[in-house]
């Protein structure tokens, strides 16, 4: 019997499937920006030095200092800081106290430095021209001992608003943002590590740091509830013996509460730290408290200044010869946060 002949059979259906879904695929990843090429796209504006922008947050608009270092190319993306003022102050003073201008330019990283928006009375030395102002720190009264109002601008949601609109406008690399706070500013830095963890890389409150608001019926330790971070949060914190508008022992006002031990103690339990404090002198006046041993690497660290009042320490404030600035900058490099 003579065979027939088989005509030659196509691609199957499953083949040609196969083979459309292959080039697809090809195709989308050769389209997909790889993480240099999106870095590529991000230009800053041609600006440096002091400029300001506004934030849009809750059908208001607030100016916020921002500093550019000079001399970055425009198209990488540089480290942010958030620079909180302490109560009675605002950004302006924040950037002249810190110092952090001199910081930024030598170590490429662009500063925010926002004002808070509840109007309290100037210090003794007069009003400022961009005003006196105070965070509205969740839970936390004001003096002499009243709280926010119920209108007050929610300053964790409006950080985070200038944390994402500085970003955008200048290309920060989202995965190293810090902050660091004076006073008041230093526990609404405090605040945003409990609260919006995963914008903020680590923090270095100066003079303020708080593991969440005293606990109304026990200002000698922290209330539990209140700091809940998402993620173990690196810490670096400095605070003078002799401080008596924020006492290192603590003390029975609600808008500070237990002692700067105790809030040390407390992120080293929130970030599971399991060994420490080690205590290392650094001079005649300073000793760094360092707990070690934390998850995800991190850390947590104070500099105790023996004889340190309510001032950012300085070479120049004669207590202890240090540069939180730049220590605290040191501590910062060491750290990259979630994408």
């Given at each position: ?25 090809v195709?989308l ?73 001199a ?9 925010a ?52 609109s ?15 706070g004076?006073?008041?500013g ?26 969440g ?42 808008r ?52 340190g ?31």
């Amino acid at each position: 019997m003579r065979s027939r002949a088989v005509p030659h059979a196509g691609p199957s259906r499953a083949a040609i499937c196969t083979a459309t879904l292959v080039g697809v695929v090809v195709t989308l990843a050769a389209a997909a920006p790889t993480a240099a090429a999106a870095d590529a796209r991000c230009l800053r504006p041609a600006v440096t030095g002091s400029t300001t922008i506004n934030v849009h947050f809750g059908g208001s608009s607030y100016p916020v200092a921002v500093y550019v270092p000079d001399g970055a190319p425009r198209n990488s993306r540089l480290p942010l800081l958030l620079n909180l003022h302490g109560s009675s102050q605002n950004g302006s003073i924040q950037m002249q106290v810190s110092g952090m201008r001199a910081v930024a330019d030598d170590e490429g990283f662009i500063v925010a430095a926002p004002n808070g928006a509840i109007a309290v009375p100037p210090p003794p030395t007069g009003p400022h021209p961009d005003g006196n102002w105070a965070w509205n720190v969740p839970g936390v009264p004001l003096a002499p001992g009243q709280f926010p109002p119920p209108t007050a601008r929610d300053d964790v949601q409006f950080l985070s608003r200038v944390i994402d609109s500085v970003a955008r406008r200048f290309c920060t690399a989202t995965r190293r943002t810090y902050a660091t706070g004076f006073s008041g500013g230093g526990r609404m830095v405090s605040a945003l590590a409990c609260r919006i963890a995963d914008k903020l890389t680590a923090i270095a409150p100066v003079a303020g740091l708080r593991g969440g608001r005293p606990a109304p019926d026990e200002h000698t330790v922290p209330e539990v509830h209140d700091c809940l971070p998402e993620r173990p949060v690196p810490v670096l914190a400095f605070h003078g013996q002799q401080d008596f508008v924020n006492p290192y022992p603590g003390n029975a006002d609600l808008r500070w509460g237990y002692s700067v031990p105790v809030a040390i103690q407390t992120w080293a339990r929130l970030d599971g730290c399991r060994r420490g404090p080690q205590a290392s002198p650094i001079s005649e006046n300073v000793t760094r408290l360092t707990y070690t041993d934390c998850r995800d690497n991190v850390s947590v660290g104070l500099y105790r200044i023996a004889t340190g009042t309510h001032l950012w320490p300085s070479p120049t404030d004669g207590h202890g010869v240090i540069d939180a600035s730049r220590i605290m900058w040191a501590f910062f490099e060491h750290y990259r946060g979630p994408a």
